[in-house]
């Protein structure tokens, strides 16, 4: 199974984006499904997280109440809402699958499987 990121691109501060995980040749095989992001110089860090079946959802201080993170059984899909998006949350957005069952799902390295990344930028 593969991860394809989509949806990204350029966004006006308070406007809203959709980003979409979706996965291919099969479902998500995995506990986690969780959205990362990487701007120019700095490391890539935890934005949000859900639990592919079940309960489980967790969000970075940062984005809290304005990024949504949902799922779509019948489209294999994990998406991130972004309301009123900020300039500083222009990055690469990466989504990425859980690598076994226990781990901690804000840290980078519990994620096995990456997508290819989609650029948001949030100017005026």
């Known amino acids: 199974v593969q991860l394809q990121a989509s949806g990204g691109g350029l966004v006006h501060p308070g406007g809203s984006l959709r980003l979409s995980c979706a996965a291919s040749?099969?479902?998500?095989?995995?506990?986690?499904v969780g959205w990362f992001r990487q701007a120019p110089g700095e490391e890539r860090n935890f934005v949000a997280a859900?639990?592919?079946?079940?309960?489980?959802?967790y969000y970075a201080d940062s984005v809290k109440g304005r990024f949504t993170i949902s799922r779509d059984y019948t489209k294999n899909t994990v998406y991130l809402q972004m309301n009123s998006p900020k300039p500083e949350d222009t990055a690469v957005y990466y989504c990425?699958?859980?690598?076994?069952?226990?781990?901690?799902?804000?840290?980078?390295?519990?994620?096995?499987?990456w997508g290819q990344g989609t650029q948001v930028i949030v100017s005026s």
């Open positions: 990425a699958g859980s690598n076994g069952i226990v781990g901690v799902v804000r840290d980078s390295t519990y994620y096995g499987s």
């Open positions: 040749g099969g479902t998500f095989n995995t506990r986690f």
């Open positions: 859900i639990a592919w079946r079940g309960g489980g959802i």
